[in-house]
């Protein structure tokens, strides 16, 4: 494959002089622009206003006002991006932020705001945010079910496979989510195997558990120092969402979002943390394990799963914070491969205008998805006969940090039209994979 993305002359391999030789390595096997690493200290801090939708203008005007004071630099709402709050120094930290204490706002870069914000969530909605850790997005979903005047109440379903980052998540809910937290269960699973479907219809009201003459106890076993896992039960729910009756639904989801697992190559200031941390464990994360394989097969197999729980008519976003084409257009691509126009179409990313080029009034500047720019590198790519694929592909985004002003994203909006045939475990594969890893392994 050419070494440029497209819009590109050219790749550059020049990376800061502090990265390790192994992750520049998997930078050019991926074919990520190192020099996008030189800009991760440039980059602003964002924030989120929780309960946005909830909030007067004058309360907003006032938090920024109060915002700016304790930072003590410029910042600015994010015009496009409802919600989001543009912190110029990365460096403030949030517990100097009065606003963050007094539970007001919660650190959340934009790119995932707007992952998130591209299910467009409805009220009533049944949400599944099918790699939920450390639960950012699923805080956001919550928001944005606006379950204290919908007439019938939605809900969120977080799955991770990790009791850890489970943990995580149920803490910053406990912390800011509210009168929201009565509305989300959380899972310890494995998201490419999680089959539990949205909660029964009415899982809120007594009278229609009571004529269902089912059991309201809830049967999660717990104990001081750590929760059991129960398959099929949640780990971390309210009471109602608890019960054998909540569990027993039998529909698919309204809405699903895939933000896989992935190398995180494309959150900068994540990968700066490695300079404290040591650049051993950003190994560990990136390069050890031949990641470079394992990962787009495990992606292809969240998005696989996520497209099952969906129901016809709804919609699922797949995202991911990588830069690497092996982890976003080929897994996308495989994705299209196995499902026809007729099973699946993507659809605008809402907030983007795919493919700006420049920025609009505080909109965020996305950059086209990586494309085969010639007749040769089709054939040396061996995607020739592949082209229908990525011209369906023409709606999904990235967001370069060169150009975006955020952390690295690709994001996909694909609305299901209807069920497809069931597929066997080893076709669920990505179009390619980095043939010099193969080759290694």
């Known amino acids: 494959m050419a070494d440029a993305e497209a819009g590109a002359t050219t790749l550059s391999t020049a990376a800061p002089p502090q990265l390790p030789p192994s992750f520049c390595a998997f930078l050019r096997d ?67 932020i009065s606003a963050y204490t007094n539970g007001d706002i919660v650190g959340m870069d934009v790119s995932s705001g707007i992952a998130a914000l591209a299910l467009s969530v409805e ?11 450390p639960g950012a997005k699923l805080l956001l979903l919550s928001d944005l079910l606006d379950n204290h005047s919908a007439a019938r109440r939605g809900t969120v379903t977080g799955v991770d496979i990790s009791p850890h980052r489970a943990a995580t998540c149920r803490s910053l809910v406990k912390k800011h989510a509210g009168s929201d937290k009565g509305f989300i269960r959380v899972f310890v699973n494995d998201g490419t195997t999680f089959d539990c479907k949205a909660p029964q219809h009415g899982w809120y009201d007594p009278q229609a558990i009571q004529a269902a003459s089912i059991s309201s106890d809830t049967a999660l076993p717990k104990s001081k120092r750590q929760r059991c896992i129960v398959p099929g039960q949640p780990w971390f729910a309210p009471r109602l969402l608890s019960t054998v009756y909540a569990c027993s639904g039998t529909q698919l989801y309204d809405r699903v979002l895939v933000d896989a697992e992935c190398t995180h190559d494309g959150s900068l200031v994540h990968v700066q943390k490695y300079e404290q941390w040591g650049w ?10 031949n990641k470079s394989v394992t990962v787009p097969i495990l992606q292809s197999r969240l998005l696989e799963n996520g497209w099952r729980l969906l129901k016809p008519g709804g919609v699922l976003v797949y995202s991911t914070c990588s830069l690497s084409r092996f982890q976003n257009e080929f897994v996308l691509g495989g994705f299209l491969a196995r499902h026809a126009e007729d099973e699946a179409v993507l659809e605008p990313v809402p907030l ?27 054939d040396r790519a061996g995607l020739s006969q592949r082209r229908s694929v990525f011209s369906r592909m023409r709606h999904a985004v990235r967001l370069n940090p060169l150009v975006s002003n955020t952390s690295g994203m690709f994001i996909a909006r694909i609305k299901k039209l209807q069920h497809g045939a069931r597929l066997e475990e080893s076709e669920i594969v990505p179009l390619a994979l980095p043939s010099s890893i193969q080759q290694q392994a």
Not at 123 to 133: E, H, K, Q, S, T
Request: proline share 4%; hydrophobic share 35%.
């Open 123 to 133: 009220p009533g909605d049944n949400v599944l945010d099918l790699c939920c850790a």
């Open 30 to 96: 991926n074919h990520i622009d190192a020099s996008v690493y030189s800009t991760s200290r440039k980059l602003p801090r964002y924030v989120r206003i929780i309960r946005y939708r909830q909030r007067s203008q004058e309360f907003i005007d006032s938090l920024v006002q109060q915002i700016q004071a304790d930072s003590r630099c410029k910042v600015a709402r994010v015009d496009s991006v409802p919600g989001f709050i543009e912190i110029a120094d990365q460096a403030v930290r949030l517990s100097q």
């Open 352 to 378: 983007m205008a795919s493919n700006s080029t420049e920025s609009d009034g505080g909109s965020i500047v996305t950059s086209p998805i990586w494309t085969p720019v010639d007749d040769e590198e089709w």
């Open 280 to 289: 051993e464990q950003l190994d560990a994360q990136v390069v050890d394990g």
